[in-house]
């Protein structure tokens, strides 16, 4: 039995997706959330919600923000093909 092995990669992501993001940090609110508001979501929403806000704030420190995920050695391979 192979074992597969999960690595992080990592993928810039494009300009005008990171124009969207920084004012709408979550699409289907269309506004920031204080942390009263953010506190009564479901725990995958704030966790969404605050990868997109991290992403932003990475954008205005670098001048640019990535993507990350978690991908075996099997789908590396199609990521590179």
Not at 1 to 8: A, D, L, S
Not at 56 to 73: F, L, M, P, Q
Request: hydrophobic fraction near 25%; proline fraction near 6%.
């Amino acid at each position: 039995m192979t074992t597969r092995k999960k690595k992080v990669i990592k993928k810039r992501l494009p300009q005008e997706l990171i124009e969207y993001m920084i004012p709408t940090p979550h699409p289907i609110i269309g506004e920031p959330l204080t942390d009263d508001q953010l506190a009564k979501h479901s725990k995958g929403f704030r966790e969404a919600y605050t990868k997109s806000k991290v992403k932003s704030e990475k954008y205005n420190a670098k001048g640019y923000a990535e993507d990350e995920g978690e991908v075996t050695d099997d789908e590396e391979e199609m990521v590179e093909n």
